[in-house]
């Protein structure tokens, strides 16, 4: 991933991590009103936004996969492409927090929903995230099994008002 956008830094170090990824022919700077307000329900969270890798097929903003001459099929085939590249950048910004999967939530629009669901559901046994909020998404192919059925108990610390 090429370039973030950081809503919230916590005062101390962070408890929870908050990863949000924007639709097709948008940019990180589009999941900023998103963030802000997850980041006033969570202070304790590091709360990202971060730009996918490719310019859009369209000429504006960026995208996670090419939507040229897609279809279910070549949409399968790019996503799991990419989810390498994906799953790798969580992973860091997991290991540079010292943040694990339990305390990770990945926020998906559109484009980015599909990846994050994805990217959860391809993980299998080597859990990626406790938390998947999936916006406007779908799957790029349903998965075998249930991944709701893994279930953490995460920080819901709310400001006090």
Same mark, same amino acid.
């Given at each position: 991933?090429s370039e ?5 830094q916590? &005062? ?8 949000l990824?924007h639709? #097709? ?11 802000e307000? #997850?980041?006033a329900?969570?202070p304790?969270? #590091?709360?990202? &936004? ?7 097929s369209? /000429?504006? /903003?960026?995208?996670?996969? &090419?939507?040229e001459?897609i279809?279910?099929?070549r ?7 990419e ?12 290991r540079?927090?010292g943040?694990?999967?339990?305390a990770?939530v990945?926020?998906?629009?559109s484009?980015?929903?599909i990846?994050?669901?994805e990217?959860a559901?391809?993980?299998?046994d080597?859990? #990626?995230a ?6 406007a998404g ?9 991944? /709701?059925?893994?279930?953490? &108990? ?8």
């Amino acid at each position: 991933m090429s370039e973030a956008m950081i809503v919230q830094q916590p &005062s101390g170090a962070a408890r929870q991590l908050v990863l949000l990824f924007h639709g #097709l022919g948008a940019s990180e700077k589009d999941m900023r009103l998103v963030g802000e307000r #997850l980041a006033a329900e969570y202070p304790e969270a #590091l709360v990202a &936004s971060l730009r996918a890798p490719h310019p859009a097929s369209f /000429g504006i /903003g960026y995208q996670w996969f &090419s939507v040229e001459g897609i279809d279910d099929a070549r949409r399968v085939e790019r996503v799991a492409a990419e989810m390498p590249l994906f799953v790798a950048a969580i992973r860091q910004w997991q290991r540079d927090t010292g943040l694990g999967p339990e305390a990770t939530v990945l926020v998906g629009f559109s484009q980015g929903a599909i990846m994050v669901l994805e990217a959860a559901t391809e993980a299998g046994d080597d859990v #990626l995230a406790g938390r998947v909020v999936a916006l406007a998404g779908r799957y790029a192919r349903l998965p075998a099994t249930n991944p /709701g059925e893994r279930q953490y &108990s995460l920080p819901t610390a709310r400001p006090t008002k």
